[in-house]
């Protein structure tokens, strides 16, 4: 209605995918990572849940662009990880577009997921954390394209 | 002239999740403690009391209601966290709790006789009997009836009460009586009534491999999913199991509820309010399923003689929906 820009459904062709995986996986999870702490940083992230976070490992993979990031929550900040655990505690995988449609809230997660456009493997509570955790911020009110005004 | 209609309730979350549904049109919003003394306990979601007052705050300044749902049932040697909650309630001042208990819809008439009390779902009050109980005995302005009616049903409730009558719209159906399943404690040992979850996320294992994904509650296997088969949420009455050497939907499809194409109806029998199930989906459910709701809301108080569901409205209902598919659910089952 008032939305004014939409991320469409889209899929990276195979061969970016292909190119991804050779790229280094570090700066997805360092800019992953600085974003979640600048949100606890400001405070928009309540303690307990952080809290119940702390020790846990996460992946997160982009599977058109063949990206992951991996970040772990230690002392209430996150910090990206070099090495991929051989079982993360949490791991969420999906195509670009239907992250992009996350972070914009342009999308909710359950419906990506009944989708089967997002795949969430591994401790299910902790999931849902991650995501409640996400839903409850409430961001500043700007007029940025993609938000709900 | 306008036509009266019911009025929009919608669920709140989280506090982005209550500014979507106030910002979209919803009369009132409903929500919880961030804790077991409502039915939707979930790791991170719900208020924590600044959130709280915040939202209140927000949704009455608008002069939206806001109705606290303390619908699970008091567990032993626990009675005064539930008290505690309806105090709270009480002296944040909402517009209504919405209780199930029946212990603690005596307490809060008799402590907080000012407090307006509505029957939970939960309580699974079925017939005008049950309705016409809860308003004698503990004053009950309004209850919500479990979605397992015929409508037909649901007007022989209203005919027969003066107690308000809210209905479920829309939203994933929890097919059983209402606060009378015993699946989930089943599986489990924990259910809706007793923590405030069906099948709770700790039980839930969801596990990739080739060409399919697979749900276990507590290791109990409910579901196979082929890659491009729409999936649903883990619990034990959405599962696909084998009776009689065929497997399938035993007990339900995963499928969302979805009256529009019932609306007229539903406000002509005089159905006080509509619900929206959901305060565990995300802000962006929550103002699309409530933006909708709120058109065709509109558009029947405008012309009820031309009212038709938009196939826009019903597009954007089905996408949300789990399963992929909407139905009337019992509202129009044959048989009851
Ligand atoms: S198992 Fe199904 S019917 Fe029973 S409480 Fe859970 S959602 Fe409702």
Redesign the pocket.
């Known amino acids: 209605m008032n939305q004014t820009f939409t991320i469409p459904r889209f899929r990276l062709p195979g061969l970016v995918a292909a190119l991804g995986v050779h790229l280094p996986q570090w700066p997805h999870s360092l800019a992953l990572a600085s974003a979640l702490n600048l949100a606890a940083l400001a405070g928009l992230l309540p303690k307990e849940s952080l809290a119940q976070m702390e020790g846990r490992s996460f992946l997160v993979e982009v599977l058109d662009a063949g990206g992951q990031a991996c970040f772990a929550c230690r002392g209430g900040r996150f910090r990206p990880l070099l090495t991929v655990p051989a079982k993360p505690d949490l791991s969420f995988r999906a195509n670009l577009s239907a992250f992009l449609q996350l972070l914009a809230r342009q999308e909710d997660p359950d419906t990506l997921f009944f989708n089967r456009e997002l795949s969430i493997v591994g401790d299910t509570e902790l999931g849902l954390l991650v995501k409640n955790m996400l839903d409850a911020i409430d961001w500043p009110r700007l007029p940025f394209p993609g938000r709900q005004a | 002239m306008q036509r009266k209609v019911p009025q929009l309730v919608c669920p709140a979350g989280s506090l982005p999740a209550l500014k979507a549904a106030v910002d979209h049109g919803a009369d009132a919003v409903y929500l919880g403690y961030r804790n077991d003394t409502n039915a939707r306990n979930f790791a991170g979601l719900n208020f924590d009391e600044k959130a709280m007052r915040e939202g209140i705050r927000y949704a009455q300044s608008r002069r939206r209601g806001v109705l606290m749902a303390i619908n699970t049932f008091a567990q032993p040697g626990r009675f005064a966290d539930w008290q505690r909650a309806v105090d709270g309630a009480a002296e944040l001042g909402v517009d209504a709790v919405i209780l199930a208990d029946i212990g603690l819809l005596a307490y809060a008439r008799q402590r907080h006789p000012e407090l307006r009390l509505h029957l939970s779902v939960q309580g699974s009050a079925t017939s005008y009997e049950a309705v016409n109980f809860v308003q004698r005995e503990f004053g009950v302005q309004r209850a919500v009836l479990p979605r397992v009616l015929t409508l037909a049903q649901v007007e022989t409730v209203i005919r027969n009460t003066s107690v308000e009558i809210e209905v479920f719209a829309f939203g ?1 159906l ?3 009586n ?1 606060g009378r ?1 015993w ?2 404690s089943y599986a489990t040992g924990e ?2 009534n007793t923590v405030g979850a ?2 709770p996320a700790k039980y839930v294992q969801w596990e990739r491999s080739p060409g399919q994904m697979a749900t276990r509650l507590n290791g109990i296997l409910i579901d196979r999913f082929g890659n491009d088969e729409a999936a649903g ?1 883990p ?4 599962g696909r199991f084998e009776v009689g050497g065929e497997v399938y939907y035993a007990l ?1 499809e995963p499928t969302s509820l979805n009256v529009l194409e019932i609306l007229p109806a539903i406000a002509d029998i005089g159905v006080a309010a509509i619900k929206v199930e959901g305060r565990q989906r995300s802000p962006i459910y929550v103002a699309q399923v409530t933006r909708t709701l709120r058109a065709a809301l509109d558009e029947l108080a405008r012309d009820r003689q031309h009212f038709s569901v938009k196939p826009a409205w019903q597009s954007e209902l089905a996408k949300l929906s789990e399963g992929h598919q909407v139905t009337l659910g019992a509202y129009n089952r044959p048989w009851r």
């Open positions: 994933s929890c097919v059983m209402e399943c699946l989930s259910s809706p069906c099948s949420y619990t034990l009455c959405k339900e």
